[in-house]
């Protein structure tokens, strides 16, 4: 038994842990109620109380799927897609994504409210950012959810997107993920289930069967 615990806190501090998805920001792609296994080993796991990261055997790549410790709470994990990358230049327009200039191809992202189109308080923070920031630009610049940028990605940042792009709270919002909050990679959803289901027992009897096994892309 000793042996099995010590092999299991081995396994999910350094290669495999389990997460699940709490909302419907990246639907399509992920969905409430899914559970997904997540390689931790990909980027490098961090060592329990340091600072420090086991080598990883791949960096985060534009448009990959990552889980990261949320910029406001380290406790809360939060699951969106890589956008921009340090020294990128990123922006919106209309909805449409630009990075370095070019149109980036987004194939998994889902609107449902393209209409409703509005400033928050929250994209302030992107001032710090602008590519250009003469007074005259600064003056200008009123971003929207669809419409903001571009933005210069710093060193040691990325900035991050969900696929369910007007449901979702973001680098948008609340600005870029450090490097060191990243904790891995999804794999795969081991299992899933309907969670608005009204029935008694929904974890078992609202079981999405098409979802188990389905690997994450």
């Known amino acids: ?33 899914d559970f997904l296994f997540v ?12 600072a ?25 994990n939060y699951v969106k897609r890589m956008i921009g990358l ?13 990075v370095n200039g070019r149109p980036l191809p987004e ?3 889902q609107r449902i409210d393209p209409a409703h189109d509005g400033y928050f308080p929250e994209f302030n923070w992107q001032r710090d950012y602008l590519a250009v920031r003469s007074p ?12 903001w940028g571009p933005l210069i990605v710093p060193p040691g940042k990325y900035f991050v997107l969900g696929d369910n792009r007007d449901n979702s709270s973001d680098s948008r919002y ?16 081991y299992f899933s289930y309907e969670r608005e289901a009204k029935a008694a027992l929904p974890w078992l009897t609202d079981i999405r069967w098409h979802r188990l096994g389905a690997v994450i892309h």
Not at 174 to 189: I, M, N, Y
Request: no cysteine.
């Open 107 to 109: 194939p998994y992202v």
């Open 136 to 147: 005259d630009a600064l003056r200008r610049y009123h971003p929207t959810r669809d419409t």
């Open 174 to 189: 609340w600005g870029f993920v450090d490097q060191t909050a990243v904790k891995g990679q999804p794999l795969l959803v």
């Open 86 to 98: 340090p020294g990128d230049t990123v922006e919106m327009r209309a909805g449409d994504v630009r």
């Open 52 to 76: 420090a990261r086991l080598p990883g055997f791949t960096r985060p790549r534009r448009g990959d799927i990552i889980v990261f410790a949320y910029p406001r709470n380290r406790e809360q």
């Open 1 to 33: 038994l000793g042996m099995a615990l010590v092999l299991f806190l081995v396994i999910r501090t350094f290669l495999v842990e389990a997460f699940q998805i709490p909302s419907g920001s990246m639907e399509q792609t992920l969905l409430v109620g």
């Open 39 to 50: 390689n931790k080993a990909a980027y490098g796991a961090q060592i329990p109380g340091t």
